[in-house]
């Protein structure tokens, strides 16, 4: 304890006698400074040499006139420029290490190694780190893509809208009512060689939930579906798309026959064409339009917007006088 109390005083003693620009500790001369200052310049001289080995790339990126002679007439004489750059900072560093009494050529080998180790090791973080986030800006970049290629386009996870959240009524919603006639030109399903197709129709839009009609057994390449499918429409997001699944239903799960996807715009235009300007409806041609499925098939389609009763206007769903007697 001893030992270590009067080492600290004579460290302590040469700290403050040091005597700054001195020539009669060694040649050329010695600057006789704190150590602390001496690190810092050991620091700047790395640095600087590090800038002087990476000088071709970032005059290269440099759109002035001495950038781009000094680039044109170094690319062609890199083996030049590199053995000098070498000779240069081996003088360099070696003067240096000379002039700082504090410092010696093995010390400052070995800090190097341990700073080349330090950044080696945190270079690989932030690589990894580096590319979980540039993986996490594609996938938000290309969700639409990325969503398609899962199959999953067609299916909403969060019901939730930042608007709502903050208490936005921005959206424009109504009930409508989709009517589909039939179905046909459909193909067979991949999972069947001996059985006819067991059609159904599955319908996903926005915050809905997934609506589904019955399965017609037996249907084949075509059916008549003859159902209808209530679901509300937000007319303030005319990018919200309605996703018409045409599928067979089989021993575990189902497959795909066709789909028919169409905007909220697109779903206004049929609602107007088949809709609103009718008086009768009845299943015939002439009230549905034809659209086409892909990868092929047809499905017989129309809209129509559904009144909203009162509930003063509701009928009573059970009334004493129409009970019957048991």
Same mark, same amino acid.
């Given at each position: 304890m001893e030992f270590s109390s009067d080492g600290l005083a004579a460290n302590a003693t040469a700290q403050a006698h040091r005597r700054g620009f001195v020539t009669d500790q060694g040649w050329p001369f010695r600057?006789?400074?704190?150590?602390?200052?001496?690190?810092?310049?050991?620091?700047?001289?790395c640095v600087l040499l590090a800038a002087l080995w990476c000088l071709p790339c970032?005059?290269?990126?440099?759109?002035?006139?001495?950038?781009?002679?000094?680039?044109?007439?170094?690319?062609?004489?890199?083996?030049?420029?590199?053995?000098?750059?070498?000779?240069?900072t081996l003088f360099v560093i070696m003067f240096t290490i000379g002039v700082l009494p504090d410092w010696t050529v093995d010390e400052f080998v070995q800090y190097l190694g341990l700073f080349i180790v330090w950044t080696l090791v945190h270079v690989q973080k932030v690589i990894v780190s580096l590319a979980i986030i540039v993986g996490f800006m594609l996938m938000l970049k290309f969700r639409d893509r990325v969503v398609f290629l899962s199959g999953m386009e067609h299916i909403t996870v969060f019901r939730f809208s930042l608007m709502q959240f903050l208490g936005i009524k921005v959206t424009k $919603?109504?009930? *409508?009512? #989709?009517?589909?006639?039939? %179905?046909?030109?459909?193909?067979? +399903?991949?999972?069947?060689?001996?059985?006819?197709?067991?059609?159904?129709?599955?319908?996903?839009m926005g915050f809905n939930e997934p609506m589904r009609t019955r399965v017609h057994n037996n249907a084949g390449h075509q059916c008549l579906i003859r159902e209808s499918l209530q679901f509300n429409i937000d007319e303030s997001s005319p990018a919200t798309s309605l996703t018409l699944l045409v599928?067979?239903?089989?021993?575990?799960?189902?497959?795909?026959?066709?789909?028919?996807?169409?905007?909220?715009?697109?779903?206004?235009?049929?609602?107007?064409?088949?809709?609103?300007?009718?008086?009768?409806?009845d299943y015939?041609?002439?009230?549905?339009?034809?659209?086409?499925?892909?990868? $092929?098939?047809? *499905?017989? #389609?129309?809209?129509?917007? %559904?009144?909203?009763?009162?509930? +003063?206007?509701?009928?009573?769903l059970l009334q004493e006088d129409a009970l019957l007697p048991c």
């Open positions: 600057l006789d400074i704190p150590q602390e200052y001496q690190d810092w310049i050991i620091v700047a001289v970032i005059c290269g990126k440099l759109g002035n006139s001495c950038s781009r002679a000094f680039t044109a007439w170094v690319y062609s004489r890199m083996h030049v420029f590199y053995w000098f750059v070498l000779y240069f $919603q109504r009930p *409508v009512e #989709l009517f589909i006639w039939k %179905v046909d030109g459909l193909q067979s +399903s991949g999972g069947k060689m001996l059985k006819a197709n067991d059609v159904f129709i599955e319908c996903h599928k067979d239903q089989g021993v575990v799960g189902s497959a795909e026959l066709g789909r028919l996807m169409l905007s909220t715009r697109e779903l206004c235009g049929i609602e107007d064409q088949t809709g609103k300007r009718r008086v009768h409806f015939r041609e002439d009230s549905f339009v034809p659209l086409g499925l892909a990868p $092929q098939g047809m *499905v017989w #389609l129309a809209l129509s917007p %559904v009144e909203e009763w009162e509930e +003063s206007d509701r009928a009573p």
